[in-house]
């Protein structure tokens, strides 16, 4: 920070700005707003990339803000040596953090999927956008006492309030405006666009007697020059995330889309029959509530069909494996097949907007109605229309018995269930308990909800991850707590697929629950017979811990 007292001497001409004193003054508290809010964007790009691609958003939030904040210290330190030439100095200060705020998502994507070592180099971007961060406050405060001197406490409360007025801007473009509208890599890519001529082309604009001429034109060279670099990126950035894309899932990628809640990719052979309504395939007025159900049609019809069954499809929901064909009748049956056992005409299954939950539970005769309750509109989409889902699971979002309302598992249950009929079975097809979006729904929250909705003899089904994981045995210990009565079984994965050793599984009801087998056909894929659920059983507890883990809260998830 520099401070000025009110008897200094002048600013020599060359110090000078071009134009009106207020003007000029306006102009560069502006310059401090935008490359604020830009700032801001860097650092939530960053969270935002780690979090997706890694899961963890607090540990990634953590790191990146506590690393920026340092270096952004380290770098108000290094720009008091560049004071005595502010304007250069931030323009070359506002050029590279430009060119590196601006790459810095296609750069850290493709260590990712290439190179490794993600942790250590989201550290370095981190840690350089922040020196170049910390370095403008400094430089804009000569920039503002050359202007016109003032008091240093005034000077500072100016500049300050631009800063955070524009950072509160950024924070709140970045979910709103960037991420949903341009995605992550477009928009760091515009955000250093937008940064590079705020702040550099500004500054030499109303500075131009500070640098010599010849400094002067290197100076408005390099931020052109930055301003090429980051189109021709814009131009490239979908050939380099299919590139991407195409080296981290090890398969052609037939489909593949953003929607509100995750990205959305699919391998195989197969295609995507065009969407209904709007780019996504679904109605805005079917963001929540219940769907409208359209007309079935054949599964596998035609060569896409035929393809789809010669090679197992793939969904990634977020970058992780959500569906692999070789592996979902197994999974799907150990997950329902044992709560069906006893009554089981009103079926509700939370999240499974694939439809593969529901066609398991609709295998088994006496289902009346299947209620799916899923977050995501596109999976329901994909789920219905793909023609390689909808072969795994036979039209099931299609047939008259299933419901589907478009809700998330945990709004819904406490707002909108109380109107329900009970349920006799409750499956819980959701994500892994190891994700920050699916931690809620492994709470004693939850499943106290669940246990509303659920018959007195009603059974509930859940899977939370590989038996050995503390998580699984994290969530046994929350169904307990709600007074529920618990029965764990694991059942060895297909390795077929990439993904855990073994599914974990944990049967939930009021009495104590008995792993059998439901009476339904012989020929169905994936059955369990008694013999292989005792054996499930017997696996699961040899890896139960010495010492139970504590129930999982909301405040305090495990």
């Known amino acids: 920070m520099i401070n000025h007292s009110a008897g200094s001497s002048p600013p020599s001409a060359e110090g000078r700005p071009v134009g009106g004193r207020r003007a000029a003054r306006l102009l560069v508290l502006l310059a401090a707003f935008v490359c604020a809010a830009c700032?801001?964007?860097?650092?939530?790009?960053?969270?935002?990339?780690?979090?997706?691609?890694?899961?963890?958003?607090?540990?990634?939030?953590?790191?990146?803000?506590?690393?920026?904040?340092?270096?952004?210290?380290?770098?108000?330190?290094?720009?008091?040596?560049?004071?005595?030439?502010?304007?250069?100095?931030f323009a070359l200060v506002e050029?590279?953090?430009?060119?590196?705020?601006?790459?810095?998502?296609?750069?850290?994507?493709?260590?990712f999927v290439w190179v490794g070592?993600?942790?250590?180099?989201?550290?370095?971007?981190?840690?350089?956008?922040?020196?170049?961060i910390g370095a403008e406050i400094p430089l804009l405060m000569t920039l503002i006492q050359r202007i016109r001197r003032q008091e240093a406490g005034r000077a500072v409360a100016d500049l300050f309030a631009a800063d955070y007025v524009g950072a509160l801007v950024g924070g709140l473009a970045f979910p709103f405006l960037l991420l949903p509208i341009l995605g992550q890599a477009t928009g760091a890519l515009l955000t250093g666009a937008v940064n590079a001529v705020a702040g550099a082309v500004v500054v030499l604009w109303l500075f131009p007697r500070e640098p010599s001429r010849r400094v002067r034109a290197l100076l408005w060279s390099l931020c052109g020059a930055v301003l090429v670099v980051l189109a021709v990126a814009a131009a490239l950035t979908g050939a380099f995330e299919r590139a991407a894309r195409q080296a981290l899932y090890g398969a052609p990628i037939r489909f593949t889309t953003q929607s509100r809640y995750q990205d959305i990719v699919l391998t195989g052979p197969g295609r995507v029959p065009p969407p209904r309504t709007a780019a996504m395939g679904y109605p805005p007025r079917e963001v929540r509530g219940e769907e409208s159900r359209p007309a079935p049609h054949?599964?596998?019809?035609?060569?896409?069909?035929?393809?789809?069954?010669?090679?197992?499809?793939?969904?990634?929901?977020?970058?992780?494996?959500?569906?692999?064909?070789?592996?979902?009748?197994?999974?799907?049956?150990?997950?329902?097949?044992?709560?069906?056992?006893?009554?089981?005409?009103?079926?509700?299954?939370?999240?499974?907007?694939?439809?593969?939950?529901?066609?398991?539970?609709l295998r088994v005769p006496g289902v009346r109605q299947v209620t799916v309750v899923e977050i995501d509109p596109a999976v329901v989409h994909l789920g219905r229309t793909d023609p390689g889902l909808t072969r795994l699971n036979r039209d099931a979002l299609a047939d008259p018995r299933v419901r589907v309302v478009i809700a998330d598992a945990f709004d819904w249950l406490r707002t909108e269930a109380h109107g329900e009929r009970r349920y006799d079975v409750v499956v819980a097809d959701l994500?892994?308990?190891?994700?920050?979006?699916?931690?809620?729904?492994?709470?004693?929250?939850?499943?106290?909800?669940?246990?509303?909705?659920?018959?007195?003899?009603?059974?509930?089904?859940?899977?939370?991850?590989p038996v050995a994981a503390d998580a699984f045995w994290a969530a046994e210990a929350t169904l307990r707590s709600t007074g529920l009565r618990t029965a764990e079984y694991a059942v060895p994965a297909d390795r077929s697929c990439a993904g855990p050793t073994d599914w974990g599984f944990i049967l939930a009801s009021v009495a104590a629950p008995r792993l059998r087998p439901p009476a339904r056909p012989d020929d169905a894929p994936g059955s369990l017979d008694a013999a292989a659920l005792r054996?499930?059983?017997t696996l699961a507890d040899l890896r139960r811990p010495a010492h139970q883990p504590a129930?999982?809260?909301?405040?305090?998830p495990r």
């Open 95 to 111: 050029s590279a953090l430009a060119l590196v705020g601006g790459l810095s998502v296609l750069l850290l994507y493709g260590c």
């Open 551 to 556: 129930p999982s809260t909301l405040l305090n």
């Open 39 to 89: 700032g801001l964007v860097y650092e939530l790009e960053l969270v935002a990339l780690g979090s997706y691609l890694l899961g963890d958003s607090v540990t990634q939030a953590s790191v990146v803000l506590s690393v920026m904040v340092f270096a952004m210290g380290v770098g108000s330190l290094l720009a008091k040596r560049f004071t005595r030439r502010p304007a250069t100095s």
């Open 298 to 361: 054949p599964a596998g019809d035609g060569p896409a069909g035929d393809a789809a069954s010669a090679s197992p499809l793939r969904m990634y929901l977020g970058g992780r494996l959500a569906v692999c064909g070789a592996d979902e009748p197994r999974y799907h049956a150990a997950l329902v097949q044992p709560a069906m056992v006893g009554t089981h005409a009103r079926v509700l299954v939370l999240g499974g907007g694939d439809g593969l939950a529901a066609a398991e539970a």
């Open 117 to 132: 070592h993600y942790r250590t180099a989201l550290v370095g971007v981190a840690l350089l956008i922040g020196i170049l």
């Open 535 to 537: 054996i499930a059983a």
């Open 431 to 465: 994500p892994d308990p190891d994700l920050d979006e699916g931690r809620k729904l492994y709470t004693q929250e939850f499943y106290g909800m669940v246990r509303r909705v659920l018959d007195p003899d009603g059974r509930l089904a859940v899977h939370a991850g």
